[in-house]
């Protein structure tokens, strides 16, 4: 039996707790809703949260715990010299036990006894989602028989559905606050590991970067360089570039869509600019490998400048196309928000069209557009594909944009490949690296809110 049967028939049995409570309190008041406290369809509403909710609170906690009770039942099930065995072999034989219940290929030879425990298993996963499905439609039911008795005309059916959505918002709230808590208490943790082992200052102000530790003590290279400076080096450089052709071009690009454009063009416009954000990462990688970085070292060399085959200015500059419909929509929204009013006076007092737009309509939307391109630089510092495919992964402390540099993001990717084991330094200087990300956005933020708010006084 399948998870989409049982969320199917809570749902065909919330649509019926809907019309069944609507119809309930029409016929309670002879179909004259204005004898009603609320409208019609809050009563639907009411009805619909009770056969709802509550199944749905059930059905979540029973997949929380179903994993660990019928994996209990299948232990207890296998023979008495199985279940003696250590946590690791117990958890690969399990693990076969799944994999061959699902029709997949197990690591050792399938005999009776894993047929069978195999067999048991699905019979308990059945069982438990035959009993899921018998408790969701009984609660169902339940809370369509007994809410549809407490319908009548004085029924405040509205502040009840108004607090049940107001308590829905505020637990997506908390959920929303608490990921970002466990993100920054993971990161926090896992870098104080990081820095028991390494100093933060040879971390914060090394040049060198070289996580490459030895597995042994006697082995050369025992120890590795955890100097972060190139590495913010290159993010910063190839997000300057990045900047640096997306900044002007969006800009520019949403001034002639929300003053310039005829309706006409801008609809045809936006949505073409707004196609280079859907384009997967992985292409602008291959783009910037394949065409840009070979242009630019040929060009290099027909005016004599040596550009390495990966370099800064290949991904930066490929990283600012893609990156572009990040500043020009939201800035076009931005602009096109501006007051009317404002155009209008400035050019009651003699103003030109250009003239408008630098003095009034840009200072007043500049509160968005600085958004907009903060937006833009935290995509920028966060893109890891196009970087590894076009900048390279060599730790390079230069501000030479012809070199292959490295960013921090690429870095965490380069050290979490593969199996690792989280109590070495090489793999702790992943989340000691995104804490440093972290603080760097940041700080950006607060800058970015303190320009906003500047300027917001002053056009308000």
Not at 18 to 24: D, I
Not at 171 to 192: D, K, M, P, Q, Y
Not at 373 to 378: D, G, I, Q
Not at 402 to 426: N, R
Request: hydrophobic share 55%; charged share 15%; aromatic share 8%.
């Amino acid at each position: 039996m399948s998870l989409s049967l049982i969320l199917g028939t809570l749902a065909i049995l919330t649509v019926i707790g809907f019309y069944l409570g609507r119809s309930r309190s029409l016929a309670s008041v002879g179909g004259k809703p204005q004898r009603l406290h609320s409208r019609p369809h809050y009563y639907g509403y009411y009805l619909a949260i009770w056969c709802g909710v509550p199944a749905a609170i059930v059905f979540g906690l029973w997949m929380m715990v179903e994993p660990s009770v019928v994996t209990g039942l299948l232990i207890e099930s296998l023979p008495a010299d199985q279940r003696q065995l250590d946590e690791a072999q117990l958890g690969l034989l399990l693990n076969d036990i799944r994999n061959i219940a699902a029709g997949g290929i197990a690591s050792r030879e399938v005999g009776p006894e894993l047929t069978q425990a195999a067999a048991h298993y699905n019979g308990l996963l059945q069982t438990s989602k035959l009993a899921l499905l018998a408790v969701v439609a009984s609660l169902g039911v339940a809370g369509i028989t007994i809410a549809r008795r407490l319908i009548s005309p004085d029924l405040r059916a509205r502040n009840f559905v108004e607090k049940v959505m107001m308590l829905v918002l505020v637990v997506c709230s908390t959920i929303a606050i608490l990921t970002t808590i466990g993100i920054v208490l993971s990161l926090l943790f896992e870098s104080i590991r990081f820095f028991q082992k390494v100093s933060p200052i040879d971390f914060l102000f090394g040049l060198e970067w070289s996580p490459q530790t030895a597995l042994r003590k006697d082995q050369v290279g025992a120890t590795g360089l955890f100097g972060a400076v190139p590495l913010l080096a290159g993010t910063v450089l190839i997000s300057f570039i990045a900047m640096c052709v997306a900044a002007p071009i969006g800009l520019l690009a949403a001034i002639y869509m929300s003053e310039y454009a005829a309706p006409k063009v801008r609809a045809w416009v936006k949505p073409s600019l707004e196609v280079l954000a859907g384009i997967p990462t992985v292409v602008y990688g291959f783009f910037a490998a394949l065409t840009v970085a070979p242009f630019l070292r040929g060009t290099g060399a027909d005016f004599g400048l040596e550009i390495s085959s990966e370099s800064a200015l290949a991904a930066g500059g490929v990283m600012g196309i893609m990156i572009i419909p990040f500043v020009s929509s939201l800035s076009d929204d931005v602009i096109s928000a501006v007051p009317q009013a404002l155009r209008e006076g400035s050019y009651g007092l003699g103003a030109t069209q250009s003239e408008t737009i630098k003095r009034v309509v840009i200072p007043a939307a500049l509160p968005g557009i600085v958004g907009s391109l903060l937006l833009a630089v935290s995509r920028a510092i966060g893109e890891t594909m196009i970087v590894v495919m076009a900048a390279g992964l060599a730790a390079k402390l230069s501000a030479n944009p012809f070199e292959a540099v490295t960013t921090v993001t690429v870095q965490i990717v380069t050290l979490l490949v593969g199996d690792q084991e989280f109590d070495s330094a090489k793999t702790l200087a992943a989340f000691a690296l995104g804490l440093m990300l972290f603080c760097v956005t940041l700080v950006l933020n607060i800058i970015a809110l303190t320009v906003v708010n500047k300027y917001r006084e002053q056009y308000d």
